[in-house]
């Protein structure tokens, strides 16, 4: 496609549920990156993969959080138990590798009730 | 643990005056990134810096790196007000590809 996907780009949920996130990035793009954004803060890192591997999942909060991304292009963010704190936009981008420019998708806009 | 601050976190300018938004990093980095951010929408790549002494210019805006003093400034010349929007930098972690953002500042330009 022409940008980064992500869908959907609202949902919301119930505390205790499990919900998945998913990031379609810009073909032939091998590094993509989740990210996730409170209202009035920057963008806190959560997870890279190089490929289909994960680079570096420091920024997952806990074990709640896992993302995959199998075949190396669409990536899902899971997150288990949801919690009232998790309300955020979640935000996917992807490059063509290191130090190339990422570009974001439109995020996913995550309520927890 | 790298630390990315913005300053200020609010401007509010008059159409047609000049402004500078610093940005400081706490560890060393080869990579600094502007990015902008209208309300409600995602994010727009605005420059990217790789080297120090690095300046990059686009119509009213002009991005600089000085990675030995680990500061970024983003200077608005003659602003307008499609320029209003939260600008970020954002720093990679040398030797990693972990993009760290910084608080943001929000822009406000009025006539």
């Known amino acids: 496609g022409a940008g980064v996907s992500q869908t959907p780009s609202n949902k919301v949920t119930e505390k205790g549920k499990y919900v998945e996130l998913r990031c379609d990035p810009i073909?032939?793009?091998?590094?993509l990156y989740w990210y996730r954004q409170s209202l009035g803060q920057g963008p806190e890192f959560l997870i890279y993969f190089q490929g289909t591997g994960a680079a570096d999942d420091s920024g997952l909060p806990n074990d709640r959080f896992f993302a995959v991304r199998p075949e190396g292009s669409v990536s899902t963010l899971k997150i288990q138990r949801t919690e009232r704190g998790d309300s955020a936009v979640y935000l996917c981008?992807?490059?063509f590798g290191v130090g190339e420019k990422l570009f974001f998708g439109s995020g996913t806009q995550l309520s927890v009730l | 643990e790298l630390k990315v601050e913005q300053n200020p976190l609010f401007l509010s300018m008059q159409e047609g005056k000049n402004y500078t938004i610093y940005c400081n990093y706490s560890t060393t980095s080869d990579r600094l990134y502007w990015y902008r951010q209208d309300p409600g929408k995602s994010l727009e790549s605005l420059f990217v810096l790789l080297s120090n002494g690095a300046v990059k210019q686009e119509g009213r805006l002009m991005a600089s790196l000085d990675t030995k003093a680990r500061l970024s400034t983003l200077h608005i010349t003659a602003a307008v007000h499609d320029l209003s929007a939260t600008y970020f930098c954002a720093v990679v972690t040398y030797n990693t590809d972990k993009l760290i953002f910084g608080t943001g500042t929000r822009l406000q330009v009025f006539p």
């Open positions: 981008a992807s490059s």
């Open positions: 073909s032939g793009h091998t590094a």
